[in-house]
């Protein structure tokens, strides 16, 4: 063999081993790793919404760019019919057989035995209105990550027993993805008994898959981690001056210094008398943190609550924000701020920081 013949033959064994590589090293499908369950692009997801048996969490951007969060409960079903004490007309109404005393059969017409049926229970209640509130950084994090929607295995078409074993069978969990317009939809279960950790989700082409650990519990948390509970969204160094108002009495404070160096606090009329007691005062309103989170035009329980001091922050001459605390009907604190979409609630120990507000803003 000449030496051309021996270099064509080296050539071929070597693409022969090349493609015996690239085959062994391919992923049959099935096999774990990432593939698409639904090719969704960032621009065109409107809305993403999960279900279960009992309520809704729904993450969706407006058109001004703002994410939001949608929480809901779903109507309860209503009770069972009662039946009747005996479970309608027993024997007829008429008594069976002759008596005792030889007398005819008597018909009878207790409620006990006469099919009269008990009235009707009481329908549940409706649910409360849904609560449309401002998404977190977390709730940005899951909205990107399910555009498009990974899983961790494709498992392809299985039969309806597999279906039924695997809990997707009439499941009340979903996931809809609103995209340009369009719904689609995923069926959500986890195997009775099995721990819900890697869920799988049924596609409306009769497709399955594996998904990640990651995408339901922030659905199923959704109060807890996606909704934004910051007061403000500028920061403390931001601010140098700041004003206190309680009803008819106003005082405005200036600010120097920045954290984590030393801050001072003092009157706007004497700038270089530091005014520690105005300091920790407002050191401990900047910090509160609300417990509940109302609704984007919820009004807490009983109307809108009455304000009982307020404190607008500037820089320079730009107004910056503002924080309006505000007595509920049952004594309960509530706040308003520029950020918030509506009331949020305090805990019920605001009691001292709304009294010394009245100093605060008299300079008594």
Known sequence: MNARGVALQGGLAALGLLAALLTWQREPEGMPGEVTVLDIS?????????????????????????????????????????????????????????????????????????GVAAAPPAPPPPPPPPRELRANQTAETLFGRLAPLKGTR?????????????GLVNSPRKLTFTVDGREQVLTIAAPAGAAWGSPYALREDNKVFLLGSA????????????????????????????????GKSSRAF???????????????????????????WHDRIWRMLPVDVLGRGEEPPGGAPEEVFRVDYRKGTQALGYLSVARGEKGEFYAKTEHTAGWVRFHSGLETVVNEAVKVASGT
Do not use: C, I
Request: proline share 10%; aromatic share 6%; hydrophobic share 35%.
């Open 154 to 166: 494709a498992l392809g078409d299985l039969d309806a027993k597999k279906l039924e074993e695997l």
């Open 215 to 246: 995408v339901l519990p922030d659905f199923e948390g959704g109060m807890n981690r996606l909704v934004d509970r910051r007061l403000h969204t500028f920061e403390e160094s931001e601010y140098d001056s700041f004003t206190v108002t309680q």
């Open 42 to 114: 960032k621009r065109a997801l409107q809305r993403v919404r999960y279900d279960d048996a009992t309520r809704f969490v729904e993450v969706f951007r407006e058109q001004d760019g703002e994410l939001w969060v949608r929480l809901g409960d779903k109507p309860k079903p209503p009770p069972p019919p009662a039946a009747a004490a005996d479970g309608g007309v027993g024997d007829g109404g008429v008594a069976s057989g002759p008596t005792d005393a030889g007398t005819a059969p008597v018909a009878t017409t207790g409620a006990g035995d006469a």
């Open 254 to 280: 200036v600010v120097s210094g920045k954290p984590p160096k030393a801050v001072t606090v003092a009157p706007q009329t004497a700038p270089d008398k530091p005014d520690e007691f105005v300091h920790n």
